[in-house]
């Protein structure tokens, strides 16, 4: 399977995907020629092409028919090798099938779900509607659309400000039930289709986003307007939901990380190799040669970590809160690794311009790219900061880091793990403002710990 | 001086600079209608609205006739926290003003001096010519343009590949004589007018690159087929004067580093002090916090190093082979300060689109634009690789290290002195390859430790 | 007045100009970073520059405090020799101005009026906003915002499809009052400021349209949401006061399509005296020669037939229903003109790009620019199609014709008018359907007649 | 074969060929990240599906094998109804293919051709190349391109400055053989490969041209530098066979021209159709119903002349010099049918736009491609003045109306057409400067009776 996927995008994809992020921002036609409002997106044609092999070759449906996530985090990463933001919608379309397969009613699920996980052209897409205006962090102070219960369904209201995919048939999106409680306890998600029962559109695109990268899906602002949504659990779980899906795409975002940085690292290894200066090629020159190597082992610690997110989330991904400890060991680690990785392909993607000397700083030969598809990895799904606050988090209230040390108790060289443990434990017991203040140096020695101890695991 | 040109820039220049950065890299127009070869930039008209303030402020002129370098390194960091590419077309006309003033016969300099010196809108630009496709670091190799010796002038015949300042009126280019040794030894720098004496074009721009920033120097690539040359110094010492030519620009970037990391951070500062989450200013989250103090440090300590390297040049650049040891320590500090302000400027920019969250990923809101910038600082005037290799040069060959660390004896803590001065005794004992292989990290942290003592100093 | 204008427009409005329309449709800024609702329109930075120019010199203010519209007019023909676009704002500046002067209460007067004719950069901009999604043409079916009292003010609610201007201080906006009648006779005129009373937005901008031209104008859609405005005159008279818009926009059209026609022979003729083809330069060449010829006569008619109409409007601007025959006859010289001097500017610009050959068909040589702009008159202010059935219309219901004919009688080849005498009365005879049809050959011939014998006249 | 064609086009085509206009000049890659010249052109990747689709389909196999045109120019009406830049490439390929096929030497043609004849993917591409800087009309004066003899070849230096399809595998090109006589008897037409026997580049596009549209062929200039060529024919012919390649692509572009109006109508009808106002569609009112009519039979009389000219070609166009008469009579036609069915693509798009009103002047809607592209068709292979000029030459020398008269006197009416012959007679006797200036109006009557006679006489 992950062959075939890599034959056909060194064929097809990569021009596709050159096309596509030259491109910049598509268009969105709001109205047709005749008046009618329809919020078409104008992509260059072949955008389809990608796009659609993707959910063909089963990111999506595999997940639910093979009850596993590790072919879908496989094929995202063969697939963002070549273009890391497809892997976007593919995975808000994860993140969509998912809480509808695990809280859909039934007759939800029916209506729904079969469209999701179709094997043809003919698939619908899913989103993942959640942060407003005031950002995305603090969803129980931010997220101000109302849902009002109509008979069988609800009518939301409001503005979604960073809405991934949009233009999705069916998008999940976070909304506060009239009367709720305020804060995230006050949350619910919900279902909502791109059409109305009576055909018309149920959304409205107010504009896409011009993004300095991940082109290859279409970022925007959402109106909700009396929006037809159907809930998903019960009106007073929604955060839990809202993380869940979360999760999926957290653990994306670092598997994409590390793909990313591997295809920066190949274009670097394919220029070093034919370029020669003072007498012999780049490659040759110590310097260059031990960065190579020294990132080399970064990229397969970097793997070993972000995979370890998967895995764990592979065993977790069908637990319902109460979660069990397992499910906060997995939350460090994706807190870990969606750092960890996100760094590292930034980092790669910086060095790989500089071994590209001056044609490193143009548009034309495409290595300049990689950083900026980084930069987005970096900041969606969380910032840095919010990575290392959550993580303090989790240690702290559910001491997962115990658990870590536990697992990589096995093959970490015991003296280095025992110093790096009281080093945590300490630190948990710093005053609240220090113990944050203070948090990015341990979280970082962590992070590198944990991904170096599990690339030695691998070996 | 400053403070007018601050004013200026807040109300004026950064518009300006906006739509310069937007408008991405401009046509060049080679014929003109009626089939005349003129090689013509089109820019954004207010291009020149922001380039002639500069040279009217005294960026070149201020040099010559003050015989100081520190106004115009001043003028161009309060220009450039504004616009940090427009310091490049400073730079190489004072890249070609200098040379020129230093080497130049009587007669070069009363014909073309004058017009690089003017007060007003009628100065003419220079612009440094060296690097061809073959690549910059390895000149001796590199340059294939040939001079022939023409009566009074020469004729030079080659391809120029990254050129800055594609049309100024003079340029400065390396060139082999011909019958010339090979390697750089047979190198030779030549003025280059814009025009022959018949008034036709004396040079031609094939096209100008696509660059991910800096859209405020035009960089081509340049044609000379025939083009008349006259001779700055001897025949057999260009490489001395590329060199000197390039300390200037060396210094200048990291000027412009230094000043390009202080726009972001009060980027950041302005969004971080009006933004909010989990009920406060996110300026007030202890993390966050607690990033803006460090890095208030380190924009210290990079200012410090980087005006270290200013001041040393200010002391060498009247200088002709064969140099004294203050030439030799000014060239270490230079690499120093080159490496260490750009990777600065870059994390810098990096973090700055961090706090913004989603908003700096977006084209809107300019903070991704530092970023880019940086990436530029960052490659041109030697990557980091270069600044390295030939930074352990300077040490190995002429001890320029052991100056450093006498100069820094008066402030830096004794023990961590010595240390370090140990550890680069016996890094350069290391074998050849070995010593190349390791030097990253022995670099980076001589470059941390000379930067925070220069600012202790400072204080 | 005119010659410094001039003088100004070539040594910096020309490549002013060029920038603007260079750098295509401009961004729209919906929220500043700080999540504030600000919908400004990034420009490059110039086009304030070239705007505000204009309104100083009193395309505005002049009409008013000069109680004649001549000034106003000779402005439009002199700076639109340069951009045609840009005469758009000061037109719709003029059409808010005039209503309020002419309709508005004592109280809005002077709260509003001295804003819009200032003298200096402060100076308001209005804005006129009629057509919705259905189109411009039908008003009466076509507006559908609705604006509902409040105490002293209104509330407007509805999207707006083609908004010149948008983002003006001020603009007026048709509306039908809550429960008023259908079609035209119940539609109503209200002022609409930028902020409402409390500082906010008091309207929003959708988006703004990618147009071929004139960029000089933002043209976009425009969201009414309870926004506050303002009634002139009464709220069943809406639909006088909405033509006595137009009428100032569509004489407006009239002069600014001579202007650009002038542009484009201008262009043409700089190339034509200075391109060689078989021998001679192709101004000599007796096809092309003649043609100039040609083009130039037909300038001077249809600045005379551009002019008339501003003569009348002069005589008739300050008229209110029920209107002179003066006012008529007016009425039938407006369609006239806007039909024949758009046709004309569209066939010259045309003709421009042919004599420029294959550089006609380049971005780089802008010749092709006056097309694109001329198509935009041709359409804006009512397609020829508008005008030739608009044209019958006053014919036939107010005999506007006989008023014509009468005033060219003096310099008319007598048998000539009385023969076109006779075919518009039998053409008026016919059915109805036929008398529609068989309009367009009719109304061309009259436009031309027209044209040519004012022409005569003013010799 | 044709519906065949036009079902693909609707599901795909379409939408491939608008990426392709809004992408609008693709780029050139002028050196690859080795630093190898190799000049590709960056296009949206789809364009090759489009490109190579129609040369399967035959558009210049089928020419050779069927020995006949008409299958050629059926495809490319079928094809230009959705594209009208694809033609381009299509005809230049033919134009390469004819005279290499006619006057090539035996071993060339082996070695050529069947590389221009495959039938998959692997197709070559040709290209004729003939203007430079001075421009196109007047090529005796022109062309200033040399070729000196070198063994079996010939090395050719100049420079080509509209280059359609630069980038083809093999071009035509014209040059002057080192001391050939001046003027147009000096030329002679030569092959030449992209790629030199050595497998470097043997010519070098300088840039591509920004043209306003037919963005589906690349337009470049082109560098020949010792370039490689074959002379075809001989070398004091060469002008001949020049010009019976221009006739292969002057008939193009009528069939082309006649398809981009029937596009432009097709258009302009689906909208009228459902664009209502006045309480009925726009196309019963009655005005813009009969415009519908006239131009529905405009365009059979257009295609109707195309037509005739495609005929008359298939007839002659394996004639060589000296030339029946029947060939002149072919010349005349082609020169109406190029001159008249341009000026109705040109006013057909434009009314298409104001049938669009507003919308017509928008990017997004794509209606105001079909003028843009309808001016390049206008001007390209000879603008009217040429056509007029050319027309006229071979009236009054080779007498070819008496044949065009005696065609049409099957079907025209008798008294019009031998007033039209006496006019045309009279106008040939004028003296040469006024025969110049005047013949405007009489070669459009005669291309207007032509095109209706010869719709009649289809019928």
Redesign the interface.
């Known amino acids: 399977m992950l062959e075939a996927e890599q034959q056909w995008w060194k064929q097809?994809g990569v021009?596709?995907s050159?096309?596509i992020d030259?491109?910049g921002t598509p268009?969105v036609?709001?109205?047709d020629?005749?008046?009618k409002r329809v919020d078409e997106i104008?992509y260059?044609?072949?955008y389809l092409t990608i796009l659609k092999r993707g959910y063909r070759s089963g990111v999506v449906w595999r997940a639910l028919e093979e009850k596993s996530l590790l072919s879908t985090y496989l094929l995202m990463y063969t697939i963002s090798f070549y273009d890391p933001g497809i892997c976007c919608p593919y995975t808000v379309s994860l993140g969509t099938a998912v809480p509808l397969a695990k809280y859909g009613r039934e007759e939800l699920q029916s209506r729904f779900l079969p469209q999701l996980l179709r094997k043809d052209d003919s698939v619908w897409q899913g989103a993942t509607w959640m942060?407003e205006?005031?950002?995305?962090?603090?969803l129980g102070?931010g997220v101000k659309t109302v849902a009002r219960s109509n008979d069988d369904s609800w009518l939301l209201t409001g503005n979604k400000y960073?809405t991934s995919n949009a233009g999705a048939e069916l998008a999940v999106a976070a909304a506060r039930p009239h009367g709720a409680a305020p804060g995230v306890r006050g949350l619910a998600l919900f279902l909502v289709p791109r059409y109305r029962r009576d055909g018309s559109l149920n959304y409205f695109i107010?504009?896409l986003?011009?993004?300095?990268?991940t082109r290859s899906v279409p970022t925007g602002?959402i109106e909700l307007r009396d929006s037809e949504g159907y809930l998903l659990g019960s009106a007073d779980s929604g955060i839990y939901l809202i993380l869940e899906v979360l999760n999926l795409s957290r653990v994306a975002n670092s598997v994409v990380s590390v793909a990313l940085a591997q295809r920066a690292m190949a274009d670097a290894l394919s220029?070093a190799e034919?370029?020669?200066?003072?007498?012999k090629r780049i490659l040759d020159?110590?310097?260059?040669?031990?960065?190579f190597e020294n990132r080399l082992n970064q990229l397969r610690s970097a793997f070993a970590l972000a995979w370890e997110s998967v895995q764990l989330l592979n065993e977790v991904w069908m637990e319902r809160a109460p979660y069990t400890d397992r499910y906060h060991l997995f939350r460090l680690v994706a807190h870990l690794a969606k750092y960890w990785t996100a760094e590292y392909a930034?980092d790669t993607a910086?060095w790989a311009?500089?071994?590209?000397?001056?044609?490193?700083?143009?548009?034309?030969?495409g290595v300049?790219r990689w950083?900026r598809e980084a930069?987005?990895l970096?900041?969606?799904e969380g910032?840095?900061?919010r990575q290392?606050?959550d993580g303090l988090e989790v240690m702290e209230r559910k001491r997962a880091h115990k658990m870590l040390f536990a697992r990589l108790a096995e093959v970490a060289p015991s003296k280095e793990l025992q110093d790096l443990e009281s080093e945590v434990e300490e630190h948990l017991e710093l005053p609240a403002?220090?113990k944050?203040?203070?948090?990015?140096p341990l979280f970082r020695r962590l992070a590198a710990f944990t991904a170096e101890t599990l690339a030695r695991k691998s070996k």
Do not use: C
């Open positions: 097809n021009a596709i050159e096309t030259r491109a268009w036609r709001m109205f020629r005749h008046g104008l260059p044609r072949e942060t205006i005031a950002g995305g962090s603090d102070a960073f107010r504009r986003k011009d993004k300095i990268a602002e220029y034919r370029r020669v200066a003072f007498g020159h110590p310097l260059l040669g031990r960065q930034v910086k311009m500089e071994v590209h000397g001056g044609l490193g700083t143009l548009a034309e030969y300049e950083l930069m987005i970096g900041i969606w910032t840095p900061h290392i606050l403002e220090e944050e203040a203070l948090a990015e």
